[in-house]
């Protein structure tokens, strides 16, 4: 079963800004420090998700666990925004999810060295010095899929919960006939 972790979503409001004023109007949800980081950190409540706000006026919301959640963050930040002045509607250009972070689990211990070897070189790498799981990149799917010796394995990149399952069902096939 493949779970979703984080649907990391972006956005952009279509004007420039200020990010001081920004902080300084909203200061009971942005963390801005220039010195640290050049985007300004909201958090609409401890608990929600991390949205990014760039001087570009584009954003990036991380931590959401479903589609719904990142949208319904979305429209409170923007409520906010236009509440407080610093956009004259409370709507944006665009805006799309960009990821679905999910975990699965193949329910037994992987060989990662021979495993490399049965996906191909091509697709796969296994650096256990670097990282101690196995990056496989299929080519028939758009994302990455980062497998650990103990089966547990991270999908990252998918555009949908659908193209995460079907990769995951491809890496199970996969393992059938390699191992």
């Not at 407080?84 to 944006?92: F, K, M, R």
């Amino acid at each position: 079963m493949v779970e979703v972790v984080n649907v990391v979503s972006s956005g952009s409001l279509r004007v420039e800004l200020e990010l001081e004023a920004v902080a300084q109007e909203l200061d009971d949800i942005v963390d801005y420090d220039p010195e640290k980081y050049p985007g300004a950190y909201v958090r609409l409540e401890n608990t929600e998700p991390l949205i990014t706000l760039y001087r570009t006026g584009k954003y990036i919301i991380t931590g959401s666990s479903s589609k719904q959640q990142a949208v319904e963050t979305r429209n409170r930040f923007l409520s906010a925004l236009h509440d407080h002045g610093v956009l004259p509607s409370a709507e944006d250009d665009w805006f799309s999810i960009q990821n679905y972070v999910c975990v699965a689990d193949l329910d037994e211990p992987i060989n990662l060295s021979a495993l490399t070897i049965g996906l191909g070189l091509e697709k796969s790498e296994y650096e256990p010095e670097q990282f101690p799981g196995l990056v496989y990149r299929p080519t028939e799917y758009d994302c990455v899929l980062l497998i650990f010796g103990s089966g547990k394995t991270v999908i990252t990149g998918a555009k949908s919960i659908e193209q995460a399952e079907s990769a995951f069902e491809g890496l199970k096939s996969e393992l059938e006939s390699i191992l």
